[in-house]
């Protein structure tokens, strides 16, 4: 699992704190993205961002919000959340192309909002 | 909408039997299919590939086939190991640039 890796792997914090969650990889992908995974619940894509850029933003709520400082490093912030957003949060990359889109999970984040 | 259906129960069967995971969609003209699967508290790994055009993949153990009339994908794991007990997720793509569209999963549990 070094191609793709997250921190932290857990974090609770109450719904008025301020944090960050960080995606690292060392495949030299140049797409990102991050899922939200609830129990019982498909995978829901967050956000989606190539060469850098924020090509995807799937209706998530302000108190999320993304960034992209370079294609190998992806953030997600993370302000006044609710208890609903307690979920598993995966990053993942890719090499991005027309053809076939493989992608490479981290190991995620798992989050509680009390 | 486009809509992916997995068996949510999970599948108990027998060490040593073929398992066959069932992977239905509607409203959706996917380019390709993947299955990942997935263990608990960690992330998806992907498994295998399939395109619009292929009729079946193998890979070792695993054989999927796709059938694009009957909007259907089924995920074989032959001579079955207490190993392979995980989550199987399959994905669709190819219609929305580099966007994947996952179901939400099976369990499979193997008996030893």
């Known amino acids: 699992e070094t191609g793709v890796t997250q921190t932290p792997r857990h974090l609770v914090m109450g719904m008025t704190n301020k944090k960050s969650l960080k995606c690292e990889q060392h495949?030299?992908?140049?797409?990102m993205y991050w899922y939200k995974q609830s129990a019982k619940k498909p995978l829901e894509l967050m956000f989606v961002y190539n060469f850098k850029e924020q090509t995807e933003n799937n209706s998530v709520p302000s108190r999320f919000s993304p960034e992209c400082p370079n294609s190998s490093h992806l953030f997600l912030h993370l302000h006044t959340l609710q208890p609903e957003d307690s979920a598993l949060y995966l990053c993942?990359?890719?090499?991005?192309?027309?053809?076939?889109?493989?992608?490479?999970f981290g190991p995620g984040t798992r989050l509680t909002v009390l | 909408s486009q809509k992916i259906e997995q068996n949510s129960e999970a599948l108990n069967i027998q060490e040593g039997k073929t398992a066959t995971l069932t992977c239905n969609y509607t409203?959706?003209?996917?380019?390709?299919l993947q299955w990942y699967r997935q263990d608990p508290g960690r992330g998806p790994v992907f498994l295998l590939l399939i395109r619009e055009n292929e009729k079946e993949k193998r890979k070792e153990r695993l054989k999927v086939t796709f059938d694009t009339t009957l909007k259907q994908s089924l995920f074989h794991i032959t001579a079955s190991q207490p190993a392979d007990s995980a989550t199987y997720l399959c994905?669709?793509?190819?219609?929305?640039?580099?966007?994947?569209?996952f179901g939400g999963g099976t369990r499979l549990m193997v008996k030893p």
């Open positions: 495949l030299g992908h140049n797409a």
């Open positions: 409203n959706y003209s996917p380019a390709y």
């Open positions: 994905a669709l793509g190819g219609n929305a640039g580099n966007m994947l569209t």
């Open positions: 993942a990359s890719s090499q991005s192309s027309r053809e076939t889109d493989t992608q490479y």
